[in-house]
């Protein structure tokens, strides 16, 4: 069973950055393909960015390509996302997932662990 914890959220202005963080225990994380997720107020949770279990291919949602980057370190079994140029429409419950297939996809039903989630805002 695999555990993932994530960190890093907290209060940025627009056009700030943050960088967010995911520990995965108790499973084997080079063979996890894995992801970000985020879920506003009232609205469906969304996919963000993925990583493949290579960490060679990754995917982004128009909504923050060009601004967000996604990395795996094996290592330390940890998961980021570097959020860059920040929008008050990025405000949400930020999600890390991991997927024992390892295709790092963007479908939610792809996943089978999940964390707690982190808190972002971004204020206008």
């Known amino acids: 069973q695999v555990q993932l914890v994530e960190s890093g959220g907290g209060l940025a202005q627009t056009g700030g950055s943050l960088r967010l963080s995911c520990v995965a225990s108790?499973?084997?994380?080079?063979?996890?393909?894995m992801a970000w997720f985020r879920q506003a107020a009232g609205k469906e949770r969304e996919f963000v960015a993925a990583?493949?279990?290579?960490?060679?291919?990754?995917l982004y949602s128009d909504s923050v390509k060009g601004r967000f980057t996604i990395s795996k370190d094996k290592p330390i079994n940890t998961l980021y996302l570097q959020m860059n140029s920040l929008k008050p429409e990025d405000t949400g419950v930020y999600y890390c997932?991991?997927?024992?297939?390892?295709?790092?996809?963007?479908?939610?039903?792809?996943?089978?662990?999940w964390g707690q989630g982190t808190q972002v805002t971004v204020s206008s």
């Open positions: 108790g499973g084997t994380f080079r063979r996890l393909g």
């Open positions: 990583i493949t279990r290579a960490g060679t291919s990754t």
């Open positions: 997932a991991a997927d024992n297939a390892g295709w790092g996809a963007a479908a939610i039903s792809e996943y089978d662990y």
